[in-house]
């Protein structure tokens, strides 16, 4: 019997839903309507979502608060990069870069990280 077979969504509390909403609509592209976005997946595609436990005491997502960080895929990220400090988005770090892609991480209006990764073997 199988189980779990995905990840479904990414669901957060947020003081100002509809100015993230707006966030991310002008920043990062999402398709937004009242209840959020969604992300239709093709048969033609492949790729992987990594769900991954942390310490409780790691740092890696600071320097927000939270105990979660965002990661969204991106087709060309050194582009997105200069577009969304052009735009004023806050960065944390600088991209980095390891064999199986890139990194950047940058900080929506609530401080939440939001990791931007774009996969090494992915096609534009």
């Given amino acids: 019997m199988k189980r779990v077979t995905?990840?479904?969504g990414i669901f957060f509390k947020t003081k100002d839903p509809q100015a993230m909403r707006d966030w991310y609509k002008q920043h990062l592209g999402?398709?937004?309507n009242e209840y959020g976005a969604t992300f239709e997946w093709k048969?033609?595609?492949t790729g992987d979502i990594t769900w991954s436990p942390f310490p409780e005491a790691t740092a890696y997502f600071n320097p927000s608060p939270k105990e979660f960080m965002l990661n969204f895929r991106v087709a060309?990220?050194?582009e997105?990069?200069?577009?969304?400090?052009?735009?004023?988005v806050k960065f944390v770090g600088n991209m980095e870069?390891?064999?199986?892609?890139?990194?950047?991480?940058?900080?929506?209006?609530e401080g939440n990280k939001i990791e931007?990764?774009?996969?090494?073997?992915?096609k534009e």
């Fill in 80 to 88: 997105l990069i200069v577009v969304l400090k052009e735009e004023g």
């Fill in 43 to 45: 048969d033609n595609q």
């Fill in 6 to 8: 995905g990840i479904g």
């Fill in 76 to 78: 060309n990220l050194e």
């Fill in 116 to 122: 931007l990764w774009e996969p090494a073997n992915e």
């Fill in 97 to 109: 870069v390891y064999e199986y892609g890139k990194f950047a991480w940058i900080l929506d209006p």
């Fill in 30 to 32: 999402f398709n937004t």
